[in-house]
């Protein structure tokens, strides 16, 4: 099982930005996708940008294209999302997650295995 480690989030004013990290103890086939989630309070689950690796291929909702960035570094064990000009709705628990390339191929959301603990982002008007 892979570990994850989310780290970065906190309070932030709209239109400001915030840089989330997640950490995986490896990098093998079980992280050559790597995603970021969130989950606001009374909310389902939404996916919010991919990453298949080592090529670095990305993928993003709509909600957030534009706005947020999501890359790895070169030792491919670290993978951050830049978050920029942030509004109230961004705010959320964000999870990272990995999974094969098959779940960043995927026309959809799921199929991702391992989780991190997730770390708050809180963004006021």
């Known amino acids: 099982q892979v570990q994850l480690v989310e780290s970065g989030g906190g309070s932030v004013q709209a239109g400001g930005s915030l840089r989330l990290s997640c950490t995986a103890s490896?990098?093998?086939?079980?992280?050559?996708?790597m995603g970021w989630f969130r989950q606001a309070p009374g909310k389902e689950r939404e996916g919010v940008a991919r990453?298949?690796?080592?090529?670095?291929?990305?993928y993003y909702a709509a909600s957030v294209k534009g706005r947020f960035t999501i890359s790895q570094d070169n030792a491919k064990t670290t993978v951050l999302l830049q978050m920029n000009s942030v509004k109230p709705e961004d705010t959320a628990m964000y999870y990272c997650?990995?999974?094969?390339?098959?779940?960043?191929?995927?026309?959809?959301?799921?199929?991702?295995?391992?989780w991190g603990q997730g770390t708050q982002v809180t963004v006021s008007s």
């Open positions: 997650a990995a999974g094969t390339w098959t779940e960043c191929y995927s026309s959809s959301w799921s199929g991702f295995r391992d």
């Open positions: 490896e990098y093998n086939s079980n992280t050559y996708c």
């Open positions: 990453i298949w690796r080592p090529a670095g291929g990305t």
